[in-house]
Structures are given as C-alpha cells and as structure tokens.
C-alpha cells in the first residue's frame, strides 16, 4: 500500500506540482478523527490518500462506490460506503468512529458546481458531536481548474494547474448539553459549515498587493476574459485593462512621487479603473473623492490626505456641473484632467504600454518592489452625515481580505455580470462592486449614477446582470420604475448602507421574484462586516459576521438590549486622517487595545449568530431619562407611511431634554396616524416624534444615505423661523 501511494505522490507532484502545509496539525489529533475537506474535483480523494500520513478511511455515498472508475481507488484504501437515504448510516459511521478510526469526509456530499462552498450537511456535524472526534479541515486548491472539476464554462480549466494542500489547527464541534434532537443536529451542521468557512478564508491569499492580484486573476482566468464595460459599449479585457492603466499610470509618474496620495474626481465608469489601477501599477495610492459634497467638502478632503495633485475630466466636470468645485480646488492643488493626458500621448508611449502589459508581471515588480500588502492602497472619505468627514486609509490587505471573506460565504462565479452604478468613493462601490469580481474573473458593468431609477433596470435586462448592489434608497427607487421582467437574470441583489425597509424587501419579491440580501459594514472596514446569503438568512437582520472577525458588545448606559459594536479584523482599515492632523495616520484603538474599531451602532447578536441594528450610538436621544432610538422612530415613521423618505433628529426640550423631531416626504403626515401605529405596534409614545416636518426633498447623500447634517440644518431653520 506504502509503495502505490509514494508512485501516486510522485506522479501527482510531477503533474500538478503538489504543495502540502500544516502536516504537523497531524500530530495533535489523536485516535478518533474527522477530516473534512472541500470538494473541487474528482482527484479530491486521490490528493488526501497519496499524501495525508497513515492509511485512512472515506466515507463514500454507495451510489458512488458502485460505479467502475471507482473501484480501483476502492482497492487502494478503506473505505466507508454509505446510503444517504438510509438514516442508519450515519449511527453505524458513529460506531466505527468510536473505535478509534480516522475518517474523510467531504461535508458538501457533492463537487462543486459553482467554484465556491456549497450547502454543508448537518449529519458531518452531529457526527463530530456524537463521537467527540477532532476535527480537522483541509483546503483542497486548484484542483477545480483540472478537467476533472465540473467548472467547465465556469473558469478556464488547464490540464495541469498548481494544486495546493493546507491543513488546518484540529477542531472540535461540542453542542450545549440542554440542545436535543433535531436543534442538536442543526447546531452541530451549523458549527461544521462556519469551520469550513473560516478555512476558506483562512487559507486564502489575501496578503498581497492588489495590482498582484489584479495580475493573479489574469493568470487564472485568461488575459482575454472581458472585465469591465460601460455605458460607451467598449469592454475590456484583463489585457486591455492592464494596457491602459500601464499607459495612464506611466504618465501620471510625470508630476507624482511613489507613495504619494493622489486624488481622483471621476464618476463610475471604466477609465475610472484604469486610472484606480494605473496609480498602483507604479505605486501611487489612490484618495478617491466625493464630487456630491460640494466644493468645501472637496476642498477639506484633499486637505486631509495632503493631495496635491487631482485626476478628473473635463466632459465629466461639464456632464456633472462641477465647475464650482473645480475652481475652488485649483486655488489648492494641481488639477490634471485626462483628455490632455490622452492627447499628449505619443506612438511610443502606447506602444511601451502594450509591452508593459505582455510582461505586466516583470514591470510591475520593477516599479513597485517598494510596495508590500500592509501599505496604503486607497484613502477613503466618511460620508460625514454627522459630522465632519475623515480621510480613511485601507490597506491592500484589508481589501483584499473583505473580497476573500465575502468569496467565503457567498458563491459567487465567474460567469457572473455585475450591474454597479454605485460611486467608487464609496466602499461599498469599491470593493463589493469594483475589486471583488475583477479579481474574481468576472464582468462588471458600470453605470455613473444609481439615482437613473427608469435607466439602471433598463440596463440590468440588457446586459442580463446576474448580481445587483444598491442601497434601500436606490432599491426602493428602481422597485417603482422598473418593468416585472428587467430584473429576469438576477442572482442576488445586496443591499447595505441603510437600513432596508420591509417594504423595500416586499416589492422586490413580490415584483421581480428576486429576495434582496441585508448586510452591514462600514468605511471603516473595508467595507463589509456581515451579510445575508442564500444559505444563512434571516429576514430582518444584516447577516452573520465574515470569517475573521472578533467582536464584543460594549455596553452602553441606558440601554438594556444590545451593546455597541467593536470588531477586529484583517478588513480593518489603518487608521485615519483627521483634518486637524493632515497626512498623520491615526490607527483605531479601543480600550480592549490597538487594532479594535468602534462601529459606534447598538446591535443585538442572536445565539446563531444573526445582527440586529438598533441604532448608531450617536443616534439615541434622552428623553425624560429614558434612552429612545431615533432608527426606530424611522420605522414606525416607515411602518406607517410605507414608500416615503423619513428622518428623525433631535431639538433641545426645556422638561425632558430632548425632543424628537420627524422629516418626511410624506406630504400629509399626522401625529394622530403615528400614535396609532405605534398603539398598534404597542411602541411607548416616547418613540414617537412630538413635531413633523414635511419636504418635498429629503437631502440625501450621494451614496444615497440619508445626510443627517442636511436634516438637522433643515429642523434648525424651521424651529429658528
């Protein structure tokens, strides 16, 4: 047996260059063994067998074990046939574990159809459980590039890809004693599935530069595969991306420095990419620039991150009436605008830069060896809805980190097409919309304004989108325009930023057929912290946390459900640029120590782990000593007048402290109606608004959150009138 497994892990590393890691993890596990590992192709069971230590047992599904191309690996090793219709199965499994056996399992019963987890099987779980077995994942990667996978039309297949093992810490999988039954099965498949998860992105590689992975994802799935398109129907490929961020980013080494912060004034759009990655091609850090907040805010940010030179264009200065803008940010810095970077461009510099692109590896490491995953990647601003806005600096990691752990939970394909009108200013249209499925293999459609509410379903049917990201705002206007059938190719539609109103969540699935999925993040953290998917959902909530992520719930006074959240996490930015301390990088701290930040939001954690937001910190007043959220002053303000805009804030009050105080687009809102949902809904009269004021515009900002600044300086002018 010794000797057929030495030829199989010969042949293997001559074919696929097989690397193994964590063999020592070997050493810790004991008698009685569970190893777990994902399922990417049919060489699966070969790989474990030929170089996992001693001679182990699989368990294998009997319809599979039967058939005649698996007879021979049958003779080669033990094996466990089992009837996944026959409950007993399971029960005879548990025995044989007991004994003192080491078994394989593959938790996901089937190969991968998608390239990313499928549903884990409770029953791996209980079996854990029932027999105190450690537990030990495996990463199995590469192997679904083979012809052997079932990835066909999905990812580039090759004959012999790299295949790599890693093997992780053992585990063990113990449900409380008081959980029986069928809760205890579910818990036990519940905690195997998180482990497979966390292994996922726990040996993903996210400790990388973007540019590198940018490079990596070429590799994997074509310098042809088409990447990003928009609205002027010129798609590019991975080759004709990096041909012309290498042609942009050479000549905007003419008047920037390595490392230097460098702005960038431009709506969602293609060329906005290849500047994004012409700036990292030669080591510049991109400080992406809100153009909805006005000169001032413009000008404050540039400020902050000490730019000094701004990238823009002039049909895109004239298209938004930005004028004022620009003006006010020429008195500051240099302002440099593409169309005279494009006419200034000769024969040589094209052609150099098509030679870049062909070795794009080599040219990259030549400029940029300098540059590691741990530096500045992109300096973002806060929206400054409450305040005034920081510069927040990500690093590469982080990025990459947040694109890893969302690939961890949710299965998204290479065939997949992204509708993002979304602004790149924001992280959401940043990372979730931008950098996650270009380096994933797949393309992105780019629109430059989510406010087209009759346009953007319009353009989801025609370029047949699979995945859409909006906020409620935007999802709620889309919901109103668009015809039942634009939406027809729709995957999963993910909404964050804002809370997503019931109503909001209704209409889609009653309209278009399609469920939206919750999540929750912040600048801050690249940006996602949590969301729904199609296999872990529920309703109301914003989703579990990622992979990687520590948390704990800092109580808060006056408050007896929830605590405010604090998390620590490889997607936690650097730190800040605070105006008053331009260019000094201030990291997050709490008292738990350097590294934890402060949402600042009062949530609630359930016991499977599903988040609740109760309201930002900032957005509780103290009314007669009791502490009221204003979020839930919203909902019933939305409960009660479904598909109108609301906002709450808060005015001094002589007897109680504070009053509460409704905006709404509602046009004849009424106290009277408000009290009595709230009787309905059994909600205190505390939570509900003593004044409203009607508008007939609600000032959002361009993320299309509610701009609370905005509200406040409304309520101010009506009260002081």
Not at 138 to 167: C, E, M, N
Not at 407 to 414: E, K, M, Y
């Amino acid at each position: 047996m010794e000797v057929i497994k030495s030829l199989l892990r010969g042949l293997l590393r001559i074919f696929y260059n097989v690397e193994i890691k964590g063999l020592e993890h070997f050493d810790q596990i004991g008698d009685r063994a569970i190893i777990v590992a994902n399922h990417t192709s049919f060489l699966d069971a070969v790989l474990l067998a030929a170089f996992l230590p001693e001679n182990l047992t699989f368990a294998v599904n009997t319809g599979i074990a039967n058939r005649w191309y698996f007879k021979p690996f049958m003779r080669m090793t033990r094996t466990f046939p089992m009837d996944p219709t026959n409950p007993m199965s399971l029960k005879s499994l548990i025995r044989y574990l007991e004994k003192g056996q080491k078994v394989v399992i593959f938790p996901e019963g089937r190969i991968t159809v998608t390239g990313a987890l499928m549903k884990i099987y409770d029953g791996s779980g209980l079996v854990a459980d029932k027999t105190n077995a450690t537990v030990v994942p495996i990463r199995i990667d590469g192997a679904q590039y083979t012809p052997f996978s079932r990835l066909k039309g999905r990812v580039r297949l090759r004959w012999f890809p790299r295949i790599k093992l890693t093997v992780l810490a053992p585990r063990h999988i113990r449900s409380p004693e008081e959980v029986k039954g069928r809760e205890r099965r579910k818990h036990a498949g519940r905690m195997l599935a998180d482990i497979m998860t966390e292994m996922m992105f726990a040996t993903s590689h996210y400790q990388r530069t973007l540019f590198q992975s940018l490079l990596d994802a070429q590799e994997v799935h074509g310098a042809q595969k088409i990447v990003v398109e928009d609205i002027e129907r010129k798609p590019l490929s991975y080759r004709g991306l990096l041909t012309r961020s290498f042609i942009l980013g050479r000549e905007f080494t003419r008047f920037t420095a390595p490392k230097e912060n460098v702005g960038v004034l431009l709506p969602s759009m293609m060329n906005t990419v290849a500047v994004f990655m012409g700036l990292h091609a030669f080591g510049r850090v991109p400080a992406m620039l809100n153009f909805t907040v006005g000169a001032n805010g413009v000008v404050k940010a540039c400020e902050t991150a000490q730019v000094k030179h701004v990238l823009t264009s002039r049909r895109f200065i004239k298209m938004g009436k930005l004028d004022e803008a620009i003006s006010a940010l020429e008195q500051r810095v240099t302002v440099h605008y593409l169309e005279d970077c494009a006419a200034s461009l000769t024969l040589i510099d094209r052609l150099r830069g098509l030679l870049y692109a062909r070795f794009a590896s080599w040219t990259y490491h030549h400029h940029c060896a300098h540059v590691n995953s741990n530096d500045p990647a992109v300096v973002l601003f806060t929206s400054g809805s409450e305040g005034t806005p920081k510069g927040v600096v990500l690093a590469h990691a982080n990025l990459l980190a947040n694109r890893e752990q969302l690939a961890a939970r949710v299965d998204f394909s290479s065939q997949d097409i992204i509708l993002n009108a979304l602004p790149l200013f924001h992280s959401f249209g940043l990372t979730a919309g931008t950098l996650l499925p270009l380096l994933s293999g797949m393309k992105t459609f780019f629109y430059p304004s989510p406010l087209h509410y009759r346009i953007v379903p319009e353009v989801a049917y025609d370029i047949n989108s699979t995945i859409l990201f909006g906020t409620n705002t935007f999802l709620a206007g889309y919901a109103r325009f668009a015809h039942p059938y634009d939406f027809y190719s729709i995957r999963y539609v993910f909404a964050g930023a804002e809370k997503l109103q019931d109503d909001t969540r209704r209409v889609w699935a009653e309209k278009f057929g399609v469920r939206i999925f919750e999540g929750y993040g912040a600048t801050e953290t690249s940006p996602v912290l949590s969301t729904n998917t199609s296999m872990e959902i529920q309703p109301g909530s914003v989703g579990r946390l990622m992979p990687g992520i520590e948390y704990r719930l800092a109580p808060v006074p006056g408050v007896a459900e929830g605590g405010r959240l604090q998390v620590k996490g490889p997607n936690v930015m650097l730190g800040y640029y605070l105006h008053d301390q331009p260019g000094i990088l201030v990291p997050p701290k709490t008292e738990h120590g350097p590294g934890w930040y402060d949402t600042g939001d009062i949530v609630t954690i359930d016991q499977d782990g599903f988040i609740r937001i109760c309201g930002r910190a900032k957005r509780f007043a103290k009314i007669g000593g009791e502490m009221v959220s204003l979020a839930a002053a919203e909902e019933l303000a939305s409960t009660t007048w479904p598909n109108q805009q609301h906002a709450v804030v808060t005015i001094p009050d002589t007897q109680k402290g504070e009053q509460l105080v409704l905006v709404t687009t509602h046009p004849s809102a009424a106290r009277a109606e408000l009290l009595a949902q709230a009787k309905q809904q059994r909600i205190g009269e505390i939570n509900v608004p003593k004044k409203i004021l009607i508008t007939k515009k609600m000032p959002l900002l361009g993320t299309g959150k509610i701009d609370y600044k905005g509200v406040a300086e409304l309520v101010s002018a009506e009260v002081t009138a």
